[in-house]
Protein backbone atom coordinates (compact mmCIF):
# COMPACT_ATOMS: atom_id res chain seq x y z
CA UNK A 1 0.00 0.00 0.00
CA UNK A 2 1.34 3.51 -1.29
CA UNK A 3 1.42 6.05 2.33
CA UNK A 4 1.39 9.46 1.72
CA UNK A 5 4.40 11.64 2.27
CA UNK A 6 2.01 13.15 5.37
CA UNK A 7 1.81 10.15 7.12
CA UNK A 8 4.58 10.91 9.23
CA UNK A 9 3.00 13.75 10.79
CA UNK A 10 0.15 11.53 12.12
CA UNK A 11 0.29 11.13 15.85
CA UNK A 12 0.98 7.22 15.81
CA UNK A 13 -0.17 4.41 18.75
CA UNK A 14 0.89 0.80 19.71
CA UNK A 15 -1.03 -1.05 21.80
CA UNK A 16 -3.89 1.48 22.16
CA UNK A 17 -1.19 3.82 23.59
CA UNK A 18 -0.61 7.22 22.14
CA UNK A 19 3.09 7.88 21.26
CA UNK A 20 3.18 11.43 21.51
CA UNK A 21 3.01 10.87 25.26
CA UNK A 22 6.03 9.07 25.46
CA UNK A 23 7.70 11.67 22.76
CA UNK A 24 6.46 14.13 25.49
CA UNK A 25 8.11 12.83 27.70
CA UNK A 26 11.37 11.78 26.42
CA UNK A 27 13.85 15.27 26.47
CA UNK A 28 12.79 15.16 30.60
CA UNK A 29 14.35 12.13 30.93
CA UNK A 30 17.52 13.23 28.34
CA UNK A 31 18.91 15.79 30.79
CA UNK A 32 21.42 14.81 33.52
CA UNK A 33 20.38 16.30 36.99
CA UNK A 34 22.95 17.69 39.01
CA UNK A 35 24.79 15.98 41.76
CA UNK A 36 26.12 17.15 44.89
CA UNK A 37 29.91 16.89 43.83
CA UNK A 38 31.92 19.98 43.63
CA UNK A 39 33.61 18.92 40.06
CA UNK A 40 30.62 17.84 37.81
CA UNK A 41 31.25 15.78 34.54
CA UNK A 42 31.67 17.24 30.54
CA UNK A 43 28.10 16.80 30.00
CA UNK A 44 27.26 18.85 33.29
CA UNK A 45 29.43 21.60 32.73
CA UNK A 46 28.49 22.09 29.19
CA UNK A 47 24.54 22.12 30.35
CA UNK A 48 24.80 24.91 33.02
CA UNK A 49 27.24 26.95 30.59
CA UNK A 50 24.08 26.32 27.92
CA UNK A 51 21.57 27.37 30.45
CA UNK A 52 23.47 30.10 30.98
CA UNK A 53 24.48 31.72 28.66
CA UNK A 54 21.18 31.28 26.92
CA UNK A 55 19.28 32.65 30.12
CA UNK A 56 21.48 35.54 30.29
CA UNK A 57 21.31 36.80 26.45
CA UNK A 58 17.40 35.91 26.76
CA UNK A 59 16.63 38.19 29.87
CA UNK A 60 19.32 40.95 29.32
CA UNK A 61 16.71 43.54 27.12
CA UNK A 62 13.98 42.66 30.06
CA UNK A 63 12.83 44.58 32.93
CA UNK A 64 13.50 42.94 36.55
CA UNK A 65 9.96 42.21 36.70
CA UNK A 66 10.24 39.58 33.66
CA UNK A 67 13.47 37.73 35.49
CA UNK A 68 10.95 35.91 36.93
CA UNK A 69 10.28 33.95 33.84
CA UNK A 70 13.73 32.58 33.18
CA UNK A 71 12.87 29.20 34.79
CA UNK A 72 9.89 28.56 32.46
CA UNK A 73 11.56 30.56 29.28
CA UNK A 74 14.62 28.06 29.72
CA UNK A 75 12.76 24.69 30.40
CA UNK A 76 10.63 26.02 27.33
CA UNK A 77 13.64 26.60 25.30
CA UNK A 78 15.43 22.88 26.08
CA UNK A 79 12.02 20.83 25.71
CA UNK A 80 11.52 22.09 22.05
CA UNK A 81 14.68 21.50 21.32
CA UNK A 82 15.17 18.34 22.71
CA UNK A 83 11.99 17.06 21.10
CA UNK A 84 13.19 19.12 17.05
CA UNK A 85 16.10 17.42 17.23
CA UNK A 86 14.80 13.80 18.13
CA UNK A 87 12.54 14.07 15.37
CA UNK A 88 15.32 13.74 13.12
CA UNK A 89 15.93 10.61 14.23
CA UNK A 90 14.88 7.83 11.88
CA UNK A 91 11.33 6.32 12.69
CA UNK A 92 10.57 9.05 15.38
CA UNK A 93 7.26 11.33 15.62
CA UNK A 94 7.83 14.68 15.96
CA UNK A 95 5.20 16.20 18.11
CA UNK A 96 6.23 19.83 17.41
CA UNK A 97 4.81 19.54 13.85
CA UNK A 98 1.39 18.92 15.26
CA UNK A 99 -0.09 22.64 15.02
CA UNK A 100 -2.78 21.62 17.93
CA UNK A 101 0.49 21.10 20.35
CA UNK A 102 2.25 24.30 19.46
CA UNK A 103 -0.60 26.42 19.97
CA UNK A 104 -1.22 24.52 23.13
CA UNK A 105 1.96 25.95 24.17
CA UNK A 106 1.86 29.64 22.08
CA UNK A 107 -1.46 30.50 23.59
CA UNK A 108 -1.68 30.33 27.27
CA UNK A 109 1.60 31.91 26.99
CA UNK A 110 0.71 34.73 25.18
CA UNK A 111 -2.24 34.95 27.16
CA UNK A 112 -0.40 35.28 30.37
CA UNK A 113 1.91 38.29 28.75
CA UNK A 114 -1.35 39.99 28.16
CA UNK A 115 -2.92 39.71 31.63
CA UNK A 116 0.41 40.29 32.95
CA UNK A 117 0.14 44.01 31.01
CA UNK A 118 -3.05 44.71 31.42
CA UNK A 119 -2.90 43.82 35.68
CA UNK A 120 0.25 46.05 36.25
CA UNK A 121 0.07 48.58 33.48
CA UNK A 122 -3.53 48.64 32.35
CA UNK A 123 -2.79 52.27 30.31
CA UNK A 124 0.88 51.21 28.82
CA UNK A 125 -0.67 47.79 27.68
CA UNK A 126 -3.60 49.75 25.80
CA UNK A 127 -1.45 52.32 24.79
CA UNK A 128 -0.14 49.91 22.66
CA UNK A 129 -3.00 49.50 20.52
CA UNK A 130 -2.70 53.53 19.27
CA UNK A 131 0.80 54.66 18.30
CA UNK A 132 1.45 58.08 19.53
CA UNK A 133 0.83 61.25 16.82
CA UNK A 134 -1.88 59.19 14.64
CA UNK A 135 -3.99 61.70 13.04
CA UNK A 136 -7.65 61.37 14.04
CA UNK A 137 -9.52 60.14 11.68
CA UNK A 138 -7.24 57.04 11.52
CA UNK A 139 -7.89 56.14 14.90
CA UNK A 140 -10.70 53.51 15.21
CA UNK A 141 -8.81 51.89 12.02
CA UNK A 142 -5.83 51.75 13.85
CA UNK A 143 -7.02 50.05 16.65
CA UNK A 144 -9.11 47.18 14.88
CA UNK A 145 -5.42 46.87 12.97
CA UNK A 146 -3.52 46.89 16.21
CA UNK A 147 -6.19 44.34 18.01
CA UNK A 148 -6.41 41.89 14.96
CA UNK A 149 -2.49 41.78 14.96
CA UNK A 150 -2.11 41.14 18.71
CA UNK A 151 -4.88 38.04 18.64
CA UNK A 152 -2.67 36.56 15.53
CA UNK A 153 0.35 36.78 17.80
CA UNK A 154 0.15 33.42 19.12
CA UNK A 155 -1.38 31.54 15.80
CA UNK A 156 1.53 32.96 14.44
CA UNK A 157 3.97 31.64 16.89
CA UNK A 158 2.23 28.15 16.66
CA UNK A 159 2.11 28.12 12.84
CA UNK A 160 5.58 29.43 12.40
CA UNK A 161 7.15 26.13 14.36
CA UNK A 162 4.54 23.70 12.52
CA UNK A 163 5.37 25.36 9.11
CA UNK A 164 9.51 24.96 9.27
CA UNK A 165 9.40 21.76 10.87
CA UNK A 166 6.88 20.14 8.21
CA UNK A 167 8.39 21.58 5.14
CA UNK A 168 11.84 20.33 6.72
CA UNK A 169 11.04 16.75 7.09
CA UNK A 170 9.02 16.38 4.00
CA UNK A 171 11.92 17.61 1.63
CA UNK A 172 14.07 15.18 3.45
CA UNK A 173 11.54 12.76 2.61
CA UNK A 174 11.36 13.94 -0.66
CA UNK A 175 15.13 13.87 -1.76
CA UNK A 176 15.56 10.60 0.42
CA UNK A 177 12.83 8.87 -1.85
CA UNK A 178 14.74 10.13 -5.08
CA UNK A 179 18.09 8.78 -3.91
CA UNK A 180 15.95 5.88 -3.58
CA UNK A 181 14.69 5.71 -6.62
CA UNK A 182 17.83 7.03 -8.70
CA UNK A 183 20.30 4.73 -7.04
CA UNK A 184 19.89 1.72 -9.70
CA UNK A 185 18.94 3.73 -12.78
CA UNK A 186 21.75 6.68 -12.23
CA UNK A 187 24.01 5.68 -9.58
CA UNK A 188 26.13 9.17 -9.80
CA UNK A 189 22.84 11.18 -9.59
CA UNK A 190 22.05 9.47 -6.73
CA UNK A 191 24.93 9.90 -4.79
CA UNK A 192 25.11 13.84 -5.50
CA UNK A 193 21.29 13.43 -4.54
CA UNK A 194 22.38 11.67 -1.46
CA UNK A 195 25.45 14.48 -0.56
CA UNK A 196 22.43 17.17 -1.14
CA UNK A 197 20.28 15.05 1.41
CA UNK A 198 23.00 15.23 3.89
CA UNK A 199 23.73 19.01 3.80
CA UNK A 200 19.96 19.09 3.54
CA UNK A 201 19.54 16.94 7.07
CA UNK A 202 22.52 19.48 8.54
CA UNK A 203 20.55 22.73 8.22
CA UNK A 204 17.40 20.77 9.29
CA UNK A 205 19.55 20.33 12.62
CA UNK A 206 20.12 24.28 12.90
CA UNK A 207 16.67 24.90 11.71
CA UNK A 208 15.42 22.82 14.88
CA UNK A 209 17.64 24.47 17.20
CA UNK A 210 16.82 28.20 15.57
CA UNK A 211 12.75 27.87 15.39
CA UNK A 212 12.94 26.75 19.01
CA UNK A 213 14.88 29.60 20.10
CA UNK A 214 12.37 32.36 17.55
CA UNK A 215 9.69 30.89 19.67
CA UNK A 216 11.12 31.33 23.10
CA UNK A 217 12.36 34.70 21.62
CA UNK A 218 9.42 36.28 20.20
CA UNK A 219 7.33 35.18 23.66
CA UNK A 220 10.29 37.07 25.77
CA UNK A 221 9.88 40.27 23.51
CA UNK A 222 5.82 40.14 23.87
CA UNK A 223 6.68 40.11 27.80
CA UNK A 224 8.81 42.82 27.05
CA UNK A 225 6.17 44.72 26.28
CA UNK A 226 3.62 44.26 29.09
CA UNK A 227 6.06 44.74 32.54
Known sequence: MTLSFFDQFMSPTYLGIPLIAVALAIPGLLLP????????????????????????????????????????????????????????????????????????????LWLATVLIGMRNQPTIALGHLLPEGTPTPLIPVLIIIETISLFIRPLALGVRLTANLTAGHLLIQLIATAAFVLLPLMPTVAILTGTLLFLLTILEVAVAMIQAYVFVLLLSLYLQENV
Open 33 to 108: TPSARWLNNRLLTLQAWFINRFTSQLLLPLNPGGHKWATILTSLMLFLISLNMLGLLPYTFTPTTQLSMNMGLAVP
